[in-house]
């Protein structure tokens, strides 16, 4: 049983720097999700797609950031010129479209800004 | 903004005895989902409850739905060490229709069950 794979799975990287994530969903599952989860908090929602079209940005979301999902299977997640508070979990999840679409999340990129 | 609430916020218990973890919101929620975090790790989906008044239970855990889909409980009996872990409830919007998409979590609840 695959279940939701990112990597990496760490990333320090020094501040102004551009860092990339990749999440490789579940394979039958056509919504991926990312979610941004910091210490002590609860993850916080930053955008998903259904299949190839991203259809949902939090404002969480800056212009900063940006995500694609080519051809609908593998996603990456993009920061450039990063910030002390970019520094958090960054978590993938993907689910089916039929009901009742429980999210499955992958191990997350914990990144580490300097 | 659809908040959810979680309390307590920690929770610590000798092996054996029984808690009782609540997720409180004023919003209505298409389905909840219940997650077990550990350290360094994703969330792992416990169960998905999405009718009113809804019970499941996976072995010592029971997990309710509030008959208004506004709020759910989680409830371990005869907690063991290897319960331990942060509890984290999630609701799916109310007015999603065709299901799931942007959850939004509590905080969670962080619990240690000493031996």
């Known amino acids: 049983d695959t279940g939701v794979s990112q990597n990496p799975r760490h990333k320090i990287t020094k501040r102004g720097q551009n860092v990339t994530f990749r999440c490789d969903p579940i394979?039958?599952?056509?919504?991926l999700y990312w979610y941004r989860q910091t210490l002590g908090q609860g993850p916080e929602f930053l955008t998903y797609?259904?299949?190839?079209?991203?259809?949902?940005k939090s404002r969480l979301l800056s212009d900063r950031f940006s995500a694609e999902r080519p051809k609908g299977s593998f996603s990456t997640l993009e920061i450039q010129r990063t910030e002390q508070g970019d520094s958090a979990m960054y978590l993938c999840?993907?689910?089916?479209?039929?009901?009742?679409?429980?999210?499955?999340f992958g191990d997350g990129t914990r990144l580490s800004i300097l | 903004t659809q908040l959810l609430e979680q309390s307590p916020q920690f929770l610590s218990i000798q092996e054996g005895e029984n808690l009782t973890v609540y997720c409180n919101s004023s919003?209505?929620?298409?389905?909840l989902q219940w997650y077990r975090q550990e350290p360094g790790e994703g969330p792992v989906l416990l169960v998905t409850?999405?009718?009113?008044?809804e019970v499941k239970k996976l072995k010592r855990l029971t997990f309710q739905f509030g008959d208004a889909r506004k709020d759910s409980s989680l409830h371990i009996t005869a907690a063991q060490p290897g319960d331990t872990g942060l509890y984290l409830c999630?609701?799916?919007?109310?007015?999603?229709?065709?299901?799931?998409?942007?959850?939004?979590f509590g905080k969670g609840t962080k619990l240690s069950v000493i031996p």
């Open positions: 999840a993907s689910s089916a479209i039929s009901l009742p679409q429980p999210q499955h």
């Open positions: 394979s039958e599952h056509n919504r």
């Open positions: 797609f259904q299949n190839e079209a991203q259809l949902e």
């Open positions: 919003s209505v929620f298409s389905s």
């Open positions: 409850v999405v009718t009113g008044g």
């Open positions: 999630a609701g799916a919007p109310g007015n999603s229709g065709a299901g799931s998409y942007q959850l939004t």
